[in-house]
């Protein structure tokens, strides 16, 4: 008996070899002793879910982060020097972070839940004899069932038996109409999609009956085969996580190495250890920047607000980043770049080619010549007659959206008639059908018998394949309306031919037979799963930003190659000597090193199977590549985990998809794709904009204190002070960048290369132009305070130094944050108004940096003292002077690049 392990190539096999190996009669099916057995050796029919942390463990790990270091080494410095206020604050920051992301890490890890929900259903089985109905959780491998329309396929099934079955697997492997199937045996290397004599777990029967003999169960179905797919894809960090980890690593060590040096150099000058202590205390605390992992969080929910505001649901906070990054969209073609409902493009009637207007299965469009010598459309109206009788489909509304009750082939045939104005209701009031042979496989065609009243006679209606059409008409041309299918299917076009007949008034039922010879021919029509309209402006809108669009389909390579065409993707004469569009068995036959070069020069990957997917993946990722993965169906899970960033749809998606991808469209549109990428790009400006803005002060403060101890002077700032100036400045003005618009020319600058660091030579250079202006005008207005000033040499002259040295990195923060609005121009220009938060968190700054100046309270939590008039006016000249210096940078750094080019 055959092994559920290690089983031979079931659709190589006949369907008396399948039982043979299985043991079993499909007349009779297994016994239940023996149904017992197989259940002990083969286990229920269900998928493993895979052990994961649990909550507590997940929860723990979120603190396993060199950002969170530095965080915790802030709430540890605070509480010892005993400012428990301020550590219970950086704290919680490090708490609410950590609940997030074990939240979100959890909320991940429901897609192989669903892919088990996704097994269970109920199954028609023959045991010992007699047909029963068992929850398919308790079928074994060798078990015969049977199928009708509307059963979800149990297991792997091997048919045997079929009349008429037709299965919807495009959730499977991506095929966008149900797949007719059969039970004659194919070669061992037939790809996946291709084996009609095979019935996958969770497809849907969408037409016919059939038996067949179950020879997967559990994890060693092919849908089980995808749930190991999605546990063994690399859970990637996002370009903001990786170069955040990179940053904190970095800023760890400098902060620990100055501590260190600051301490040495204490030393040196025979300072006080205790005051040494106090000082590169102070000095840690003055380089940590507490806001920035509260920023970032706040940046990315606002991207998730506005994003969702563009139909587009944000599961995992990275993801808004990354898709600003993205610079490989890989998308699937069924649903996604398609409408998902097939559409009548092509009619061939009466001699003439006629085109079609309208997408999916709203009745809009209209049917025009492509002759342009007149607009009479006569000549199809039989055709498309016959398409709406001879149909066992309906075209219904629901909440606004036209939907197909049946065939989607057969849906496009009833849209298609209503442009024209023929509604099949209508029709079959006035033509009634009489009987009708149903299609079969074996003879390619479906025919209706109608009644056209008393004394005329009974027409009948036949549509199918071209071939078996053409061989039952008389008075046409083979070779001629060849030629036109031909040229149909050379546009990814799936091609029916149309016929009509006579037959006398008083028959009353129809059979082959009638319909064998003596038939009209009517015409052709071509019908595809279109491209969105929308996609195709998404797609030009992906070029201009520089990134590549690629698509990756289950589906054939013709319609694959046909939509990309209409789409604009790729070279169609390839790259670089690769071929634009590659299929499944290409694929098998690209060895790994040499796959990564294919991978980027195609633009379409056609017959592909879930691991092909995974692999191609893998391979656009290994040069560096962004990669975002859009996709609905089982078969794109695994992918969807495995990129950088993967889009699910709202609407057709699976539940597997969803809970595998980053970010789920609500409105399952390609184009949203792209106003994501401008909203994560946004993001990353404004992140980037708090990170150039808030690193100066914790740079100037630190250098503020390493030089007072350098020249053993007094500390110009108290470790309450560092971390009332971090903490006020993060939260009023430093949070109002998140709210800051979009930059204009967005979308026409290239993907941000995920090496590059968030801080670019021209925006450290300003950073250390301002770190360094704030050394200067804090330490120099302390000094003046306290050697020159009113109360020189006293303990009030001292803390006022202090005051006046806070005052200074308060006021120059506000000024220079109306700089870091803009990163590559003057912020002089247009939108300078447009984010009103960034004015008000000024004048909320500077009315609590006064309340802390001059309220008693508050001068003895913070070792304040109130300012004279003229200190205000010196502090107030260092931050003008500062905002200017920085606008005059920017000016000569813009005429440079520009006169270099």
């Not at 997940?58 to 509480?79: G, K």
């Not at 604050?89 to 669903?114: P, S, W, Y």
């Not at 939509?563 to 993707?569: E, S, V, Y």
Request: glycine share 8%; charged share 20%; hydrophobic share 45%.
């Amino acid at each position: 008996m055959a092994d559920n392990a290690t089983s031979p190539p079931w659709h190589a096999l006949t369907a008396e070899q399948v039982a043979a190996e299985w043991k079993v009669d499909p007349s009779v099916g297994l016994s239940p002793e023996e149904v017992a057995r197989r259940q002990t050796q083969y286990g229920r029919n269900e998928i493993t879910r895979s052990s994961r942390h649990g909550l507590l463990v997940t929860f723990l790990l979120q603190f396993h982060q060199p950002l969170i270091y530095i965080l915790l080494a802030a709430t540890v410095v605070t509480l010892l020097m005993e400012e428990y206020i301020d550590a219970g604050v950086i704290f919680g920051v490090v708490l609410v972070n950590a609940l997030v992301g074990m939240l979100q890490e959890h909320r991940a890890a429901k897609a192989i839940d669903a892919l088990a929900r996704a097994m269970i259903a109920t199954a028609t089985v023959r045991r010992g004899g007699q047909m029963v109905r068992v929850p398919s959780p308790e079928l074994v491998p060798g078990d015969v069932v049977l199928l009708q329309s509307g059963d979800q396929v149990p297991a792997d099934v091997r048919l045997i038996r079929v009349k008429d079955l037709r299965v919807s697997e495009a959730a499977l492997t991506g095929e966008s109409v149900p797949v007719e199937k059969a039970v004659e045996e194919m070669p061992a290397e037939t790809p996946l999609a291709d084996r009609k004599n095979l019935a996958f777990a969770t497809a849907l029967v969408t037409y016919g009956q059939a038996t067949g003999i179950v020879v997967a169960t559990g994890d060693r179905t092919e849908v089980g085969k995808i749930q190991r797919l999605i546990s063994t894809a690399d859970e990637l960090a996002t370009p903001l996580t990786r170069e955040i980890a990179r940053f904190s690593m970095w800023l760890m060590y400098v902060i620990l190495g100055i501590a260190a040096f600051t301490f040495v150099v204490g030393l040196v000058h025979k300072t006080d250890v205790i005051l040494l202590f106090h000082a590169a205390v102070a000095l840690a605390v003055a380089m940590i920047p507490e806001g920035l992992p509260a920023a970032v969080t706040v940046v990315l929910a606002m991207g998730v607000r506005r994003m969702a505001a563009r139909h587009a649901i944000i599961r995992k906070l990275p993801a808004v980043e990354a898709l600003g990054s993205t610079s490989i969209i890989c998308s699937d073609k069924t649903g996604t770049l398609t409408e998902n409902q097939m559409t009548v493009q092509k009619i061939w009637a009466g001699g003439r080619l006629f085109s079609v207007s309208g997408t999916g299965y709203a009745p809009e469009g209209t049917i025009h010549p492509d002759d342009q010598q007149t607009d009479d459309i006569t000549p199809v109206l039989e055709c498309l007659r016959c398409g709406a009788l001879c149909n066992d489909s309906r075209l219904v509304q629901k909440e606004g959206r036209w939907e197909i009750d049946g065939d989607p082939t057969e849906g496009a045939l009833l849209v298609v008639a209503r442009k024209a104005g023929l509604d099949e209701a209508k029709l079959a009031t006035e033509l009634p059908r009489i009987d009708a042979v149903p299609f079969e496989s074996e003879h390619q065609y479906m025919a209706t018998l109608h009644d056209a009243g008393e004394e005329w006679p009974r027409i009948v209606y036949l549509k199918g394949s071209v071939e078996k059409t053409l061989e039952r008409c008389t008075g046409i041309n083979p070779e001629e309306v060849h030629a036109v299918a031909n040229e149909m299917g050379a546009l990814g076009l799936r091609v029916l031919a149309f016929a009509q007949k006579e037959l006398p008034p008083d028959q009353a039922t129809l059979s082959h037979a009638d319909v064998q010879t003596g038939l009209t021919f009517l015409g052709l029509q071509g019908m595809i799963d279109p491209p969105r309209a929308e996609a195709i402006h998404a797609v030009r809108e992906c070029h201009r930003a520089g990134i590549r669009v690629k698509m990756i389909t289950g589906d054939h390579a013709t319609t694959a190659a046909a939509i990309a065409a209409q789409l604009g993707l790729g070279h169609p004469d390839g790259i670089d000597g690769h071929p634009p569009v590659i299929t499944g068995q290409q694929l098998t036959r690209i060895p790994d090193e040499k796959l990564p070069a294919a991978a980027t020069a195609a633009s379409v990957f056609a017959r592909v199977t879930p691991e092909q997917k995974l692999r191609l993946v893998k391979a656009l990722q290994a040069d560096g590549s962004v990669v975002a993965m859009t996709g609905d169906g089982v078969n794109d899970a695994p992918a969807l985990k495995q990129a950088d960033i993967g889009v699910a749809m709202g609407i057709t998606g699976t539940e597997v998809a969803k809970d595998a991808a980053d970010m789920v469209l609500t409105d399952d549109n390609f184009a949203s794709i792209v106003a994501a990428v401008e909203e994560g790009r946004g993001v990353f400006d404004n992140l980037t904009k708090f990170i150039v803005w808030t690193l100066p002060t914790n740079l100037g403060q630190g250098l503020v204190i390493l030089v007072a101890v350098m020249l053993g002077v007094t500390l110009p700032m108290l470790p309450v002070q560092v971390l009332w100036v971090n903490m006020a400045t993060a939260i009023f003005l430093g949070m109002t960048l998140t709210f800051e618009p979009k930059e204009p020319g967005l979308m026409d600058r290239p993907p941000r290369d995920p090496k590059q660091s968030f801080i670019t030579p021209e925006l450290l250079r300003r950073m250390v132009l301002v770190g360094l202006a704030m050394l200067a005008g804090a330490f120099g207005l302390f000094t003046y305070e306290t050697e020159y000033g009113p109360w020189a040499g006293t303990e009030h002259g001292l803390t006022v130094g202090r005051t006046v040295a806070v005052s200074v990195f308060i006021l120059v923060q506000s000024a220079y944050l109306l700089n870091c609005r803009r990163l590559r121009q003057s912020v002089f220009g247009e939108g300078f108004w447009n984010n009103p938060w960034v004015f008000a968190g000024i004048a909320t700054m500077l009315l609590t940096q006064a309340l802390i100046v001059y309220t008693p309270v508050l001068n003895i939590a913070f070792h304040t003292a109130p300012m004279p008039l003229a200190a205000w006016l010196r502090v107030l000249a260092v931050a003008v002077g500062v905002f200017i210096v920085v606008e005059i940078e920017t000016w000569l750094v813009n005429r440079y690049q520009h006169a270099t080019g």
